[in-house]
């Protein structure tokens, strides 16, 4: 079993930062991809960022330019940079590992945007 646990979300104003976490334990993979997606009220759950395990990443068109994803290897610990935050980034981020074979996901940490 993998357990994904998240932090580091919170009340946050409209142009401010935040920086999420997310520590993997647990019979990991030998090779996956570690990312983030949302989910805001109404909305699917959508790919915010992933991080490959050649260290390659992919980010929403949405969130260019302003969040960046990194990975500790030694921690399997996965981070979400988050600055120039807008209200419509208000959502639940749902912290995801994939391979193969398996999927798993965490439970989620509220990131709300708001004056």
Request: with cysteine; net charge positive; proline share 3%.
């Amino acid at each position: 079993q993998v357990q994904l646990v998240e932090s580091g979300g919170g009340l946050v104003q409209p142009g401010g930062s935040l920086r999420l976490s997310c520590a993997a334990a647990g019979s990991l993979p030998s090779i996956y991809t570690m990312g983030w997606y949302r989910q805001a009220p109404g909305n699917e759950r959508e790919l915010v960022a992933r991080i490959f395990s050649d260290g390659s990443t992919n980010l929403a068109d949405s969130v260019k330019g302003r969040f960046t994803i990194s990975r500790d290897r030694a921690k399997n610990t996965v981070y979400l940079q988050m600055k120039s935050l807008k209200p419509e980034d208000t959502a639940v981020y749902y912290c995801h590992i994939g391979s193969l074979s398996s999927t798993y996901w965490g439970r989620g940490t509220q990131v709300t945007v708001s004056a």
